[in-house]
């Protein structure tokens, strides 16, 4: 069975750091390609940042503050964030990706992230 559970989350005021993590379970995590993605209330689910096989990707308003990593012994995928801002607030959610996939698969329940302004 495969298992997702994110954590790290919290209130922050606007300015500071977070370190979400993800610990996987039941999967062949350095296989897998992990992504953050994020979900404002009313709003759709948005990504967030990945690291697969080719590299570390983000979404263009987190580049330069937020930065995911990976530690494949402990089947762990992080993201630290900084000068963290009040839109930054959301539940984040992480996900792994299949090799040769676009698809994915397995998903975590979330965390909350509340940055206050």
């Known amino acids: 069975q495969v298992q997702l559970v994110e954590s790290g989350g919290g209130l922050v005021q606007a300015g500071g750091s977070l370190r979400l993590s993800c610990a996987t379970s039941g999967l062949t995590f350095s296989t897998y390609a992990m992504g953050w993605f994020r979900q404002a209330p009313g709003k759709e689910r948005e990504f967030v940042a990945l690291?697969?096989?080719?590299?570390?990707y983000y979404k263009d308003s987190v580049k330069g503050r937020f930065t995911i990593s990976r530690d494949n012994a402990k089947n762990t995928v992080y993201l630290q964030m900084n000068s963290l801002k009040p839109e930054d607030t959301a539940v984040y959610y992480c996900a792994a990706r299949p090799p040769k996939t676009m698809k994915y698969d397995y998903w975590g329940q979330g965390t909350q992230v509340t940055v206050s302004s």
């Open positions: 690291i697969g096989w080719t590299g570390t």
